[in-house]
């Protein structure tokens, strides 16, 4: 179990400059956290390149962007993306003549997750041809970062791969009952994640969201090596999940989403980061606050430890800056719902007696319970229920804070990192916001 380590002070300016580089490791769709690690390096004048995970064609081959394609993503990056698919994972690899993982579970029925399964030792194989393709693109692509980017150039690679559901269309109904389910559509986590759909499901997030972080460390050693050879400076980021201290009945306590199955691939991302700094490589998790995006839509409840950043904001920021996201987040309200009626209801859940029996920092990820899962879900909907406007979400602008802050707060912690895991709680955004270099965020 990694250490818990809150960032405790504001980091010190890295020492990036104009001309140096951020490397975006993983296809940047939509708006999310690494929308404010671009920001904040386009700020202070780093040349931004991206990267793409490629596109699947109809019969189920890998490709790069078509000129159209690239043109767009550019365009959404903000910068030039290297052509090269990074696509991650294993579940569309056809090896020994067998169908592909994807393929063979279009035929499996929800109610098979416990019975099903491929024959020996075939995963075992999709997964090594998945790490192959992958890792030689990965080859290819510091090859094109060597001859695009100045000897002397400073540049920190940025990974921001996630995720790791085979698609196939049998999870969405059971991932819907183990994240929404209640009453008789209720899941348990745990009994979904040992059961065989549930281990691949494992496999794949330690794949896709841990050790493609190892393998970029590991292709990209020839790139370090000609950097320390120029004076210059590498390092490596990662955006981690381990739960959050938020501001909880006056004090900041660490909490987290219940069940976060994706945990324990987030912790060996932490073991990678690890182990490259135990190597004098800097190599650094941030454990970023929850926010909610198009992607975390699946989980729904993750959303309620947003809602204390403001109160996080006013005891570290002061009413200059809380005031004034107080006033816009009051006007999303329906008639008759109050802020500080929001945030009660908030921290009733965050301080509920059953969560504080389940969440427990030295034996997380936990898994959920039934009634657990109601009291989260009824929360969730409570809240959820006192805006105006479904679309226009209170939580939704306190996500664009945490993303932008932690952009910023990621980037020069990455320069000189006090750990190889770091934590970004509400504190140390709220903190930013008080801090000159917290301007245009809230």
Same mark, same amino acid.
């Given at each position: ?39 904040? !390096? ?79 030792g ?39 791969m ?21 009453g ?35 292709? #990209? ?45 987030k ?8 182990? !490259?700094?135990?190597?004098?490589? #800097? ?9 909610q ?15 204390p ?20 987040c ?43 899962a ?6 969730? !909907? ?30 020069h !912690? ?29």
């Amino acid at each position: 179990m990694t250490e818990y380590t809150p960032l405790q002070q504001l980091p010190e300016k890295a020492g990036y400059k104009a001309g140096d580089v951020l490397v975006l490791v993983g296809e940047l769709f939509g708006r999310g956290y690494a929308n404010g690690l671009i920001e904040e !390096a386009k700020r202070i004048g780093m040349t931004i390149i991206g990267t793409t995970v490629g596109r699947r064609d109809s019969d189920g081959s890998l490709r790069k962007l078509t000129d159209e394609e690239l043109a767009e993503a550019e365009i959404v990056l903000g910068g030039s993306i290297i052509n090269i698919p990074l696509e991650a994972g294993f579940d569309m690899e056809a090896v020994d003549g067998q169908p592909s993982v994807a393929e063979q579970l279009k035929k499996v029925r929800p109610d098979d997750f416990d019975t099903f399964s491929f024959s020996e030792g075939f995963v075992e194989k999709a997964l090594q041809a998945g790490t192959s393709r992958f890792c030689n693109a990965l080859e290819l692509l510091a090859h094109e970062l060597e001859s695009r980017i100045p000897a002397g150039a400073n540049i920190l690679l940025a990974h921001s791969m996630a995720g790791g559901i085979p698609r196939a269309r049998v999870f969405m109904p059971l991932l819907n009952r183990v994240f929404k389910g209640t009453g008789d559509k209720y899941l348990s986590s745990e009994t979904f994640w040992n059961s065989n759909l549930g281990q691949l499901c494992d496999t794949s997030f330690n794949e896709v969201t841990a050790d493609t972080f190892h393998y970029l460390i590991e292709k #990209t050693e020839r790139l370090r090596r000609r950097a320390a050879a120029n004076g210059a400076r590498i390092c490596y980021s990662a955006y981690g999940y381990h739960g959050t201290a938020v501001l909880v009945e006056g004090e900041y306590r660490w909490q987290s989403y219940t069940p976060y199955v994706q945990g324990y691939a987030k912790m060996r991302l932490e073991d990678h980061a690890a182990k !490259a700094s135990a190597e004098g490589i #800097t190599a650094t998790v941030f454990n970023c606050p929850e926010i909610q995006t198009n992607s975390s839509a699946l989980f729904l409840g993750v959303e309620i430890s947003l809602y204390p950043l403001l109160t996080a904001i006013r005891r570290e920021a002061g009413e200059l800056q809380a005031g004034k996201l107080e006033a816009r987040c009051q006007t999303m309200l329906k008639e008759g719902e109050t802020l500080s009626g929001l945030l009660e209801r908030a921290e009733t859940y965050l301080a509920s007696p059953l969560l504080q029996q389940i969440v427990n920092y030295d034996t997380w990820p936990q898994h959920n319970t039934r009634e657990q899962a109601e009291l989260m879900l009824a929360a969730s !909907a409570e809240l959820m229920g006192m805006h105006t406007d479904q679309k226009q979400l209170i939580c939704a602008e306190l996500s664009r804070i945490v993303f932008l802050s932690t952009g910023r707060l990621m980037l020069h !912690a990455a320069w000189n990192p006090a750990a190889p895991s770091l934590w970004l709680n509400h504190d140390s955004i709220a903190r930013l916001l008080a801090d000159d270099r917290g301007n245009g965020i809230a």
